[in-house]
């Protein structure tokens, strides 16, 4: 993503507006959908609008149930805590080798 952070289309948008790019909304829906499609991002569903983050090293996802925030985690500080989530419950990580974990972010459990 421009920013490195997970952001949804309107954020990507205004990011993009920001830096001088002259791109309508349905383009930067379509370009993302197509990138998600091919692998190049990934796209993380929560509360609120779905937000995208480019794929690279496998990572986990956080998403807050109030604000829907989004967070990566790093694969490699969870894999003990994967590998027990999937002897416990056969739950595995999704096709992008993903987790996501619900919660409250820090600002909204205040």
Same mark, same amino acid.
């Given at each position: 993503m421009v920013s490195g952070r997970h952001l949804s289309i309107t954020e990507t948008w205004e990011?993009?507006?920001r830096a001088g790019e002259a791109i309508h909304p349905a383009t930067v829906y379509r370009t993302l959908e197509t990138l998600t499609a091919v692998g190049v991002t990934h $796209? #993380?569903?929560g509360p609120g609008p779905t937000r995208y983050g480019a794929t690279g090293d496998p990572h986990h996802h956080t998403v807050c149930q109030r604000c829907? $925030? #989004?967070a990566a985690l790093s694969g490699e500080?969870?894999?003990e805590a994967a590998a027990r989530i999937?002897?416990?419950t056969g739950l595995r990580p999704d096709s992008s080798g993903s987790f996501l974990v619900s919660g409250r972010c820090a600002r909204c459990s205040g």
């Open positions: 990011e993009l507006t $796209a #993380v569903h829907g $925030a #989004v500080h969870l894999v999937e002897e416990l």
